[in-house]
């Protein structure tokens, strides 16, 4: 029987815990992220002004990052802490997301010419705005259609039914719920590329 890998801050515990999620122990990565996910939710929030919903999407994808990155060969060994490594790229994430946020703010070229004084406009806007969401709504709906069915299941359950993940590990017989995190990165994958086929 497996023995448990505590996880600490120390250099030493680290490197142990790298070692053995680097050999297969997968489920190590839940711990990583509950251990670490409070502390790096209050820092985006404080330091990077991230919202809530940003900071934590960005540090899963910061974990999910550092096992691939283990998977891949990519990152063969640690140079620093595990923490230190998650901050980095969750940050990293953080900053992406603000300055997409920005652009889609600053990029509007009605933005600020007094275009919602006129309650006509805002209806135009407003119909404009339903038609352009009913059309993603089909494109999304056809590219859900090519996936298989967990895949259908676990992003359903998880974006339009807003289920936590260890729910979503329960309702499909998932093995962890870093396996089930890990499963939604790679439908979400899948999904991106029927819907960019050019890229």
Known sequence: ?????????????????????????????????????EAFLTYAQRQLYATEDDAADCFQDAVIAFYKNIVSGRLTE?????????????KRLVYRKNQKRHREVTSDPDAGIGLGNDPANELDMSLLNKFEDDHRKALLAGALGQLGDTCQ??????????????????TLNLSSPGATRIKKMRCLDQLKKILSPQS
């Not at 640690?78 to 969750?90: E, H, M, N, P, S």
């Not at 992003?155 to 289920?163: C, N």
């Open 1 to 37: 029987m497996k023995t448990p890998v505590i996880v600490k801050d120390t250099p030493t515990e680290d490197a142990e815990l790298f070692e053995a999620i680097k050999s297969g122990r997968h489920e190590l990565l839940d711990e990583l992220y509950v251990r670490h996910r």
């Open 153 to 170: 299941q676990l992003l359903t359950l998880f974006y339009y039914h807003r289920y936590p993940i260890e729910s979503i590990q329960n």
């Open 78 to 90: 640690l140079t620093c802490g595990i923490r230190t490594y998650l901050f980095a790229i969750g």
